[in-house]
Protein backbone atom coordinates (compact mmCIF):
# COMPACT_ATOMS: atom_id res chain seq x y z
CA UNK A 1 0.00 0.00 0.00
CA UNK A 2 2.79 2.44 1.31
CA UNK A 3 4.63 1.29 -1.80
CA UNK A 4 1.81 2.67 -3.84
CA UNK A 5 1.12 5.75 -2.39
CA UNK A 6 4.87 6.41 -3.17
CA UNK A 7 4.94 5.41 -6.52
CA UNK A 8 1.68 7.74 -7.42
CA UNK A 9 2.61 10.48 -5.90
CA UNK A 10 6.03 10.30 -7.93
CA UNK A 11 3.81 9.33 -11.03
CA UNK A 12 1.95 12.66 -10.41
CA UNK A 13 4.89 14.86 -9.88
CA UNK A 14 6.85 13.82 -13.11
CA UNK A 15 3.48 14.46 -15.16
CA UNK A 16 3.50 17.55 -13.76
CA UNK A 17 7.10 18.61 -14.20
CA UNK A 18 6.78 16.75 -18.16
CA UNK A 19 3.35 19.44 -18.62
CA UNK A 20 5.07 22.40 -16.61
CA UNK A 21 7.89 21.96 -19.17
CA UNK A 22 6.00 21.38 -22.62
CA UNK A 23 4.00 24.65 -21.60
CA UNK A 24 6.51 27.23 -20.62
CA UNK A 25 8.66 26.21 -23.92
CA UNK A 26 5.80 26.87 -25.75
CA UNK A 27 6.07 31.13 -25.10
CA UNK A 28 8.79 31.81 -26.75
CA UNK A 29 8.42 28.20 -28.72
CA UNK A 30 11.39 30.15 -31.10
CA UNK A 31 14.50 29.56 -28.43
CA UNK A 32 13.37 25.52 -28.80
CA UNK A 33 12.99 25.38 -32.45
CA UNK A 34 16.66 27.34 -32.95
CA UNK A 35 18.31 24.53 -30.64
CA UNK A 36 17.56 21.83 -33.23
CA UNK A 37 19.13 23.96 -35.75
CA UNK A 38 22.18 24.99 -33.93
CA UNK A 39 22.98 21.20 -33.17
CA UNK A 40 22.06 20.11 -36.96
CA UNK A 41 19.32 18.16 -36.22
CA UNK A 42 16.94 20.36 -38.41
CA UNK A 43 16.68 22.99 -41.08
CA UNK A 44 14.70 25.77 -41.07
CA UNK A 45 11.55 24.05 -42.38
CA UNK A 46 11.34 21.35 -40.35
CA UNK A 47 12.51 22.93 -37.00
CA UNK A 48 9.21 24.30 -36.05
CA UNK A 49 7.73 21.21 -36.93
CA UNK A 50 9.97 18.87 -35.10
CA UNK A 51 9.89 21.14 -31.62
CA UNK A 52 6.25 21.01 -31.38
CA UNK A 53 6.08 17.09 -31.76
CA UNK A 54 8.15 17.01 -28.98
CA UNK A 55 6.31 19.20 -27.12
CA UNK A 56 3.05 16.59 -28.03
CA UNK A 57 5.18 14.44 -26.75
CA UNK A 58 5.79 15.89 -23.37
CA UNK A 59 2.18 16.95 -22.73
CA UNK A 60 0.95 13.34 -23.88
CA UNK A 61 3.62 11.82 -21.21
CA UNK A 62 2.49 14.43 -18.72
CA UNK A 63 -0.83 13.49 -18.77
CA UNK A 64 -0.69 9.48 -18.77
CA UNK A 65 1.99 10.05 -15.70
CA UNK A 66 -0.93 12.10 -13.71
CA UNK A 67 -2.98 9.26 -14.75
CA UNK A 68 -0.71 6.34 -13.50
CA UNK A 69 -2.31 7.28 -10.44
CA UNK A 70 -1.10 4.54 -8.08
CA UNK A 71 2.02 3.86 -10.31
CA UNK A 72 1.61 0.75 -11.57
CA UNK A 73 1.81 1.24 -15.17
CA UNK A 74 5.13 -0.21 -15.89
CA UNK A 75 5.08 0.23 -20.15
CA UNK A 76 4.76 3.65 -19.06
CA UNK A 77 7.75 4.22 -17.08
CA UNK A 78 10.07 2.92 -19.65
CA UNK A 79 8.31 5.89 -21.85
CA UNK A 80 8.88 8.45 -20.06
CA UNK A 81 12.40 7.52 -18.36
CA UNK A 82 13.53 6.95 -22.78
CA UNK A 83 12.42 10.30 -23.60
CA UNK A 84 14.32 12.01 -20.15
CA UNK A 85 17.31 9.90 -21.65
CA UNK A 86 16.81 11.37 -25.18
CA UNK A 87 16.40 14.86 -23.28
CA UNK A 88 19.66 14.77 -22.05
CA UNK A 89 21.47 13.47 -25.14
CA UNK A 90 19.98 16.37 -26.54
CA UNK A 91 21.77 18.35 -24.14
CA UNK A 92 24.82 17.19 -24.67
CA UNK A 93 24.91 17.68 -28.11
CA UNK A 94 23.70 21.51 -27.10
CA UNK A 95 26.97 21.44 -25.08
CA UNK A 96 29.28 19.55 -28.11
CA UNK A 97 28.26 22.14 -30.30
CA UNK A 98 27.70 25.63 -28.39
CA UNK A 99 29.33 24.75 -24.84
CA UNK A 100 27.83 25.13 -21.60
CA UNK A 101 26.57 28.80 -22.13
CA UNK A 102 23.27 30.61 -21.49
CA UNK A 103 20.08 29.39 -21.02
CA UNK A 104 19.45 25.57 -22.66
CA UNK A 105 15.69 26.71 -23.18
CA UNK A 106 14.83 23.25 -21.17
CA UNK A 107 11.95 25.64 -19.00
CA UNK A 108 11.63 28.28 -21.40
CA UNK A 109 12.78 31.77 -20.33
CA UNK A 110 10.88 31.25 -17.13
CA UNK A 111 13.77 29.12 -15.73
CA UNK A 112 16.87 29.47 -17.11
CA UNK A 113 19.52 26.90 -16.92
CA UNK A 114 22.19 25.94 -18.49
CA UNK A 115 22.52 22.44 -20.21
CA UNK A 116 25.41 20.82 -17.79
CA UNK A 117 22.52 22.36 -14.90
CA UNK A 118 19.73 20.64 -17.12
CA UNK A 119 21.48 17.27 -17.14
CA UNK A 120 21.85 17.38 -13.56
CA UNK A 121 17.87 18.09 -13.22
CA UNK A 122 17.16 14.97 -15.69
CA UNK A 123 19.67 12.59 -13.72
CA UNK A 124 17.38 13.87 -10.63
CA UNK A 125 14.11 13.01 -12.33
CA UNK A 126 15.33 9.46 -14.11
CA UNK A 127 16.54 8.36 -10.29
CA UNK A 128 12.17 9.52 -9.49
CA UNK A 129 11.61 8.04 -12.58
CA UNK A 130 13.38 4.88 -11.16
CA UNK A 131 11.22 3.90 -8.70
CA UNK A 132 8.01 3.58 -11.11
CA UNK A 133 10.24 -0.29 -12.29
CA UNK A 134 9.60 -1.49 -8.16
CA UNK A 135 6.70 -4.06 -8.51
CA UNK A 136 3.90 -4.57 -7.78
CA UNK A 137 2.10 -3.38 -11.26
CA UNK A 138 -1.06 -2.25 -11.48
CA UNK A 139 -3.61 -1.18 -14.18
CA UNK A 140 -4.94 2.00 -14.43
CA UNK A 141 -6.62 4.67 -16.21
CA UNK A 142 -3.41 5.21 -18.05
CA UNK A 143 -3.33 2.07 -19.70
CA UNK A 144 -7.14 2.57 -20.80
CA UNK A 145 -7.10 2.67 -24.91
CA UNK A 146 -9.65 4.98 -25.55
CA UNK A 147 -8.63 7.49 -23.14
CA UNK A 148 -4.40 6.94 -24.63
CA UNK A 149 -6.13 8.04 -28.22
CA UNK A 150 -7.98 11.09 -26.79
CA UNK A 151 -5.00 12.47 -24.95
CA UNK A 152 -2.75 11.45 -27.57
CA UNK A 153 -4.74 13.53 -30.05
CA UNK A 154 -4.99 16.24 -27.65
CA UNK A 155 -1.39 16.67 -27.12
CA UNK A 156 -0.70 16.32 -30.90
CA UNK A 157 -2.62 19.19 -31.48
CA UNK A 158 -1.91 21.18 -28.67
CA UNK A 159 1.40 22.85 -29.65
CA UNK A 160 0.37 24.25 -33.06
CA UNK A 161 -2.97 25.45 -31.49
CA UNK A 162 -1.44 27.15 -28.80
CA UNK A 163 1.61 28.64 -30.39
CA UNK A 164 0.73 28.42 -34.53
CA UNK A 165 3.31 28.37 -37.41
CA UNK A 166 5.26 31.40 -38.50
CA UNK A 167 6.08 30.68 -41.92
CA UNK A 168 8.91 33.47 -41.76
CA UNK A 169 12.92 32.53 -41.21
CA UNK A 170 14.69 34.81 -38.91
CA UNK A 171 18.15 36.09 -41.25
CA UNK A 172 20.86 34.06 -41.35
CA UNK A 173 24.31 34.86 -39.43
CA UNK A 174 25.43 36.49 -42.66
CA UNK A 175 22.12 37.95 -44.19
CA UNK A 176 22.20 41.77 -45.13
CA UNK A 177 19.85 43.49 -47.64
CA UNK A 178 17.14 43.59 -45.48
CA UNK A 179 14.90 45.58 -43.65
CA UNK A 180 14.42 45.69 -39.97
CA UNK A 181 10.98 45.89 -38.20
CA UNK A 182 11.47 48.26 -35.61
CA UNK A 183 7.81 49.87 -35.19
CA UNK A 184 7.30 48.26 -32.07
CA UNK A 185 10.09 49.87 -30.08
CA UNK A 186 7.75 53.09 -31.07
CA UNK A 187 4.53 51.60 -29.67
CA UNK A 188 2.67 53.73 -26.80
CA UNK A 189 2.73 51.37 -24.06
CA UNK A 190 6.71 50.78 -24.70
CA UNK A 191 8.66 52.70 -21.82
CA UNK A 192 12.11 53.05 -22.69
CA UNK A 193 11.37 54.14 -26.42
CA UNK A 194 13.86 55.31 -28.00
CA UNK A 195 14.84 59.34 -28.37
CA UNK A 196 15.75 58.96 -32.02
CA UNK A 197 14.16 57.35 -34.95
CA UNK A 198 15.83 54.39 -35.73
CA UNK A 199 14.26 53.70 -38.45
CA UNK A 200 15.97 56.95 -40.02
CA UNK A 201 19.65 57.41 -41.21
CA UNK A 202 22.99 55.72 -40.52
CA UNK A 203 23.85 54.25 -37.59
CA UNK A 204 25.35 51.09 -35.97
CA UNK A 205 22.52 48.83 -34.34
CA UNK A 206 23.28 46.08 -32.08
CA UNK A 207 21.35 43.63 -31.32
CA UNK A 208 22.97 42.01 -27.55
CA UNK A 209 21.66 39.09 -25.23
CA UNK A 210 22.54 40.31 -21.18
CA UNK A 211 23.11 37.03 -20.52
CA UNK A 212 25.84 36.45 -23.91
CA UNK A 213 29.30 36.64 -22.81
CA UNK A 214 30.23 37.44 -26.21
CA UNK A 215 27.44 39.93 -26.19
CA UNK A 216 29.37 41.85 -23.44
CA UNK A 217 32.26 41.74 -25.15
CA UNK A 218 30.63 43.21 -28.30
CA UNK A 219 29.16 46.00 -26.35
CA UNK A 220 32.94 46.63 -24.75
CA UNK A 221 34.19 47.23 -28.65
CA UNK A 222 31.42 48.87 -29.58
CA UNK A 223 31.95 51.58 -26.64
CA UNK A 224 35.32 51.77 -27.02
CA UNK A 225 34.83 52.88 -30.81
CA UNK A 226 31.70 55.80 -29.58
CA UNK A 227 34.43 57.01 -26.96
CA UNK A 228 36.99 57.61 -29.60
CA UNK A 229 34.25 59.48 -32.22
CA UNK A 230 31.20 59.84 -30.43
CA UNK A 231 29.85 61.50 -33.54
CA UNK A 232 29.09 57.76 -34.90
CA UNK A 233 25.51 56.79 -33.87
CA UNK A 234 25.08 53.48 -31.80
CA UNK A 235 22.09 51.91 -30.43
CA UNK A 236 21.67 48.67 -28.38
CA UNK A 237 18.68 46.94 -28.55
CA UNK A 238 18.96 44.39 -25.78
CA UNK A 239 16.91 41.25 -24.73
CA UNK A 240 16.86 39.21 -21.33
CA UNK A 241 15.79 40.02 -17.86
CA UNK A 242 15.93 43.53 -16.43
CA UNK A 243 17.42 42.06 -13.40
CA UNK A 244 20.77 41.05 -15.74
CA UNK A 245 20.51 44.93 -17.33
CA UNK A 246 23.01 46.18 -14.50
CA UNK A 247 25.54 44.01 -14.53
CA UNK A 248 25.47 43.35 -18.45
CA UNK A 249 25.99 47.28 -18.44
CA UNK A 250 28.76 47.25 -15.57
CA UNK A 251 31.29 44.48 -17.43
CA UNK A 252 30.45 45.55 -21.28
CA UNK A 253 31.46 49.80 -19.54
CA UNK A 254 28.19 50.54 -21.40
CA UNK A 255 27.60 54.60 -20.01
CA UNK A 256 26.54 56.71 -23.14
CA UNK A 257 25.33 54.34 -25.61
CA UNK A 258 21.45 54.69 -25.52
CA UNK A 259 19.54 51.66 -25.47
CA UNK A 260 16.21 49.85 -25.58
CA UNK A 261 14.71 46.50 -24.82
CA UNK A 262 12.82 44.26 -27.42
CA UNK A 263 11.25 41.13 -26.19
CA UNK A 264 11.13 37.50 -28.85
CA UNK A 265 7.51 38.41 -29.76
CA UNK A 266 8.28 41.94 -31.01
CA UNK A 267 11.21 41.05 -32.98
CA UNK A 268 13.93 40.41 -31.66
CA UNK A 269 15.23 37.46 -33.11
CA UNK A 270 13.24 38.32 -36.53
CA UNK A 271 15.34 41.25 -36.84
CA UNK A 272 18.75 39.75 -35.84
CA UNK A 273 18.60 35.92 -36.31
CA UNK A 274 20.24 34.09 -33.72
CA UNK A 275 23.71 35.20 -33.86
CA UNK A 276 24.67 37.39 -30.98
CA UNK A 277 26.34 39.84 -30.92
CA UNK A 278 24.64 41.03 -34.18
CA UNK A 279 26.13 43.97 -34.85
CA UNK A 280 24.37 45.57 -37.83
CA UNK A 281 25.47 48.37 -40.09
CA UNK A 282 21.91 50.15 -40.50
CA UNK A 283 21.18 52.81 -43.94
CA UNK A 284 17.34 53.68 -43.05
CA UNK A 285 15.95 50.53 -41.54
CA UNK A 286 17.94 48.82 -44.38
CA UNK A 287 21.20 46.41 -42.70
CA UNK A 288 23.86 47.46 -45.34
CA UNK A 289 26.21 44.78 -43.67
CA UNK A 290 27.04 42.84 -40.12
CA UNK A 291 29.98 42.30 -38.31
CA UNK A 292 31.29 39.95 -35.83
CA UNK A 293 32.68 41.56 -32.68
CA UNK A 294 36.00 40.79 -33.45
CA UNK A 295 36.31 41.38 -37.02
CA UNK A 296 34.45 45.59 -36.09
CA UNK A 297 37.25 47.75 -38.03
CA UNK A 298 36.93 51.11 -36.61
CA UNK A 299 38.23 52.94 -39.55
CA UNK A 300 36.32 51.20 -42.24
CA UNK A 301 33.28 52.00 -40.12
CA UNK A 302 34.11 55.15 -39.92
CA UNK A 303 34.45 55.43 -44.06
CA UNK A 304 31.29 53.46 -44.10
CA UNK A 305 29.51 56.74 -42.37
CA UNK A 306 31.30 59.48 -44.65
CA UNK A 307 30.29 57.70 -47.79
Not at 6 to 31: D, H, N, R, T, W
Not at 204 to 217: P, Q, R, W
Amino acid sequence: MKTNILKGSISILLGLVFLFSAYIKLFPIELFEFSFIEIKLANWTTAPYIARLFLSLEFLLGILLILNFNGGNKKLAKFSFALLVIFTIYLFLIILFQGNNGNCGCFGTFIKMTPLESIIKNLLLMSLNGILFIPPFKKNLSVNKLIIIAAGIASLLSPFILNPLNESAPPSENEINYNLKLDALYLSSKKDTPKVDLRKGKRVIAFLSLTCEHCKLGAQKLNLIHQNHPEIPIFFILNGDSKDLKPFLIESKTKTIQFAFMTIKEGFIENAGINFPAILWVNNSKVDNRTKYTQLDESTLIKWFEH
